[in-house]
């Protein structure tokens, strides 16, 4: 029985969280260190893979980790929405940076605690495509910009 190991679901869950930030955190410490020249160079399809196509990957390679995704880790989540912002504030400026920013939070966050509750070929499809549509949105506001 799995009771056997673990006090009850919560504790099971929690385990089973803290296995997946243990693969999570290093790889988004990796992320952190780039600077903002770094980041500016990149291509739209390159800055998202870079700030978050290798996690969806991971999420959709371990739809156990959509389980256990909340915001309990509250530190995490304000360092993600800070690389956000200071990725985009090198690449859109300030004042457009910080609005994408909290849209891509919002996008990232909502789209994979929505997913959760999906069969497993729509959660896949959905949390598949994220990328590309977060890398149509940066590549179509940096053209706006651009153009001026």
């Known amino acids: 029985s799995v009771y056997h190991f673990f006090r009850d679901k919560d504790q099971m869950l929690e385990a089973l969280g803290e296995r997946h930030d243990a693969v999570l955190k290093p790889a988004f410490e990796r992320v952190l260190q780039r600077s903002e ?8 399809a390159e800055v998202i893979e870079h700030l978050i196509g290798w996690a969806i990957r991971y999420f959709v390679q371990h739809p156990d980790a959509l389980a ?3 915001l309990r880790d509250r530190q995490v989540h304000s360092d993600f929405k800070a690389l956000i912002g200071r990725v ?15 849209i891509f ?8 605690l929505q997913t959760r509750d999906q069969d497993v070929a729509s959660r896949d499809t959905v949390v598949a495509a994220l990328p590309d549509v977060l890398t149509s ?3 179509a506001l940096e053209q706006r910009r651009a153009r001026g």
Do not use: F, I, K, N
């Open 137 to 139: 949105y940066l590549a």
């Open 88 to 102: 985009m504030r090198a690449r859109l400026g300030d004042e457009q940076g910080a609005a994408t920013a909290a």
């Open 68 to 70: 256990t995704l909340d």
């Open 105 to 112: 939070d919002a996008v990232c966050l909502g789209t994979l």
């Open 37 to 44: 020249a770094e980041w500016a160079t990149l291509s739209p």
